[in-house]
């Protein structure tokens, strides 16, 4: 394995992971969600092993929110600064995509975009507006976040703390409670949850309009126990594909009893990842 510090356009240095095999030619990079990192999601070692087994590089792509607090650089001010899960805002997504993309495109001739949890829901908003066929050739939506779902338990009174925080200025403040019931963040951040262009995919009707402006096609993936999905995982994907103009090319995948992050079933997943990209370079 390889770290990779790679800096952003605003200056923030992400820390990935680079997986390499011998001579690669294609390269999956996944996109993390919140708290998605090695520790919570251990699949990412058994698909970083079984991608290289097959001559497939993978880039662990941790963005801001992996961890609750990551210390590193900015280069743009010259100066250490901290970065994760308390402090994220969603308008930085497209910047940490591009970051990885561009540090893959010379690199590599064939680049796979994957996004796990609210990654993927940040894979969705960046091909919503960027078209290249090339990059990447192809993405991968893994257990997509529901964000309706995940904040369902926010109160009212916790929603107007939050409103009148980033109302009065306060927006980078620290919350007095936990959102969620589990983070700890700025105002702003619980507001990008609550009100930001990544709550993008939903159970039933809802506002797919990102989804619906992807030209790209890829697979989509879900353990059938997921219990973010409001009980019908396989429903929930299949009504995310059926927004997707090249739903028809699209290959849905169900790892059949196993939930949001794959436990028990971590090397089933990465084989039938390893297959997906082999049937795609052929």
């Not at 999601?41 to 880039?59: A, E, H, K, M, W």
């Not at 090397?267 to 049937?279: C, G, P, Y």
């Amino acid at each position: 394995m390889t770290r990779l510090d790679i800096p952003t356009e605003r200056g923030s240095v992400l820390t990935g992971v680079l997986f390499p095999a011998e001579n690669a030619d294609t390269v999956v990079i996944a996109i993390t969600g919140i708290h998605g990192n090695f520790y919570s999601n251990p699949f990412y070692y058994n698909l970083g092993d079984t991608l290289n087994s097959g001559g497939v590089d993978f880039i662990y792509a941790q963005t801001n929110d992996a961890f609750s607090e990551i210390e590193t650089y900015n280069v743009r001010i010259g100066a250490a600064e901290t970065i994760g899960s308390w402090n994220e805002r969603f308008s930085y997504t497209d910047d940490d995509i591009s970051t990885y993309l561009n540090y893959a495109a010379p690199r590599y001739s064939h680049v796979i975009l994957a996004g796990h949890p609210l990654g993927a829901n940040k894979v969705i908003h960046y091909l919503s507006t960027h078209h290249d066929k090339n990059l990447p050739e192809h993405f991968m939506l893994l257990s997509p976040a529901n964000l309706t779902y995940m904040t369902k338990e926010v109160t009212d009174r916790e929603k107007e703390v939050i409103s009148r925080f980033v109302r009065y200025g306060r927006g980078r403040d620290i919350l007095p409670f936990h959102f969620m019931g589990w983070v700890i963040c700025t105002a702003d951040t619980a507001n990008d949850w609550l009100h930001g262009d990544l709550n993008n995919v939903h159970v039933g009707d809802g506002d797919f309009s990102q989804v619906e402006q992807i030209t790209h096609s890829g697979a989509l993936v879900i353990g059938t126990y997921d219990n973010f999905t409001c009980g019908n995982p396989s429903e929930f994907l299949k009504n995310i594909n059926s927004h997707i103009p090249a739903a028809a090319e699209n290959k849905l995948i169900f790892i059949e009893k196993t939930w949001h992050t794959y436990q028990q079933k971590e090397q089933e997943i990465a084989d039938v990842i390893l297959e997906t990209v082999r049937e795609w370079r052929s």
